[in-house]
Nanobody
């Protein structure tokens, strides 16, 4: 049985940092692109960052324009964990953040977690 679980959300002031974690069990981590999505109230779910293996321990990272230079996605395949380091947070980053194992930056497919709330106060 596949399980995806996010953690690390919380309340932070603008300019602060948070690190989200996503653990995935019941699947071969390296067979999937791992994507962080977010959804703010009244808005569509959007892809934030994705990481996928190219083989030979090389990875491709993809970022939404809105988070480039501020967010970093990394993976620990040995532990089946993917992280999202979020720096220089802005109030507009406030959303429920979801982790998914599937196709890079693609909603509607793959295995999803329940989400973790990130709130950035101004």
């Amino acid at each position: 049985q596949v399980q995806v679980v996010e953690s690390g959300g919380g309340l932070v002031q603008a300019g602060g940092s948070l690190r989200l974690s996503c653990t995935a069990s019941g699947l071969r981590f390296e067979d999937y692109a791992m994507t962080w999505f977010r959804q703010a109230p009244g808005k569509e779910r959007e892809g934030v960052a994705c990481i996928r293996s190219r083989g030979n321990r090389q990875y491709v990272e993809v970022y939404a324009d809105s988070v480039k230079g501020r967010f970093t996605i990394t993976t620990d395949n040995a532990k089946n964990i993917v992280y999202l380091q979020m720096n220089a947070l802005k109030p507009e980053d406030t959303a429920m953040y979801f982790c998914a194992a599937g196709a890079c930056m693609t909603t509607g497919v793959g295995y999803w977690g329940q989400g973790t709330q990130v709130t950035v106060s101004s």
